[in-house]
Antibody, heavy 122, light 107 residues
Framework: QVQLVQSGGEVKKPGASVKVSCKAS????????ISWVRQAPGQGLEWMGW????????NYAQKLQGRVTMATDTSTSTAYMELRSLRSDDTAVYFC???????????????WGQGTLLTVSS | EIVLTESPGTLSLSPGERATLSCRAS???????LAWYQQKPGQAPRLLIY???SRATGIPDRFRGSGSGTDFTLTISRLEPEDFAVYYC?????????FGPGTKVDI
């Protein structure tokens, strides 16, 4: 069965960087896009960006441009999301999520990681 | 950017009742690429509906999606105890692929 397993929670100071991993199993990794979605405490869902493991193409939310980088390692079926210049309002649970349809680059999601809590605090 | 507005913010109902959730887009959603998710506390979202009206694998037929263009609806025909949760719509027709603010269905 499809599984996305994320790295553990992080506590960072403002201005620092964080890198969250998402290890996929149960399917052919490079045939489905991966998005990152975050959820601030008690708030809704925010799409951060998408990456194709097949060719590395990315599409980032404009508000995060310049601060976020998404990457994949097809040899280990792992996706990564790095966020830099952290601020207190980056405190959130970060989810990786797999496109529901193979190859089509339609970012709606049938499988999700368990979430990684990032706390940004001085 | 397409802004999605969900209403009502909270829906207070009882098991067995019908729930009608609305999602309105600030501009037409390309190809009616509109999905609905259910989220329970401490859990990741779960895909219910895609392409406005197609049920995802394993989703009971009491969940029905409808609508097109800018107006979409999720209907839960008879609420089961496990259906009390927050529901989000998401458009994936054009980047950025935005979510609505959510509707909480509670008892």
């Amino acid at each position: 069965q499809v599984q996305l397993v994320q790295s553990g929670g992080e506590v960072k100071k403002p201005g620092a960087s964080v890198k969250v991993s998402c290890k996929a199993s149960g399917y052919t990794f490079n045939t489905y896009g991966i998005s990152w979605v975050r959820q601030a405490p008690g708030q809704g869902l925010e799409w951060m960006g998408w990456i194709s493991p097949y060719n590395g193409n990315t599409n980032y939310a404009q508000k995060l441009q310049g601060r976020v980088t998404m990457a994949t390692d097809t040899s280990t079926s792992t996706a990564y999301m790095e966020l830099r210049s952290l601020r207190s309002d980056d405190t959130a649970v970060y989810f990786c999520a797999r496109d529901a349809e193979q190859w089509l680059a339609l970012p709606y999601f049938d499988s999700w990681g368990q979430g990684t809590l990032l706390t940004v605090s001085s | 950017e397409i802004v999605l507005t969900e209403s009502p913010g909270t829906l207070s109902l009882s098991p067995g009742e019908r729930a009608t959730l609305s999602c309105r887009a600030s501009q037409s959603v390309s190809n009616d690429y509109l999905a609905w998710y259910q989220q329970k506390p401490g859990q990741a979202p779960r895909l219910l509906i895609y392409a406005a009206s197609s049920r995802a694998t394993g989703i009971p037929d009491r969940f029905r999606g409808s609508g097109s263009g800018t107006d979409f609806t999720l209907t839960i025909s008879r609420l089961e105890p496990e259906d009390f949760a927050v529901y989000y719509c998401q458009q994936y027709g054009s980047a950025p692929f935005t979510f609505g603010p959510g509707t909480k269905v509670d008892i």
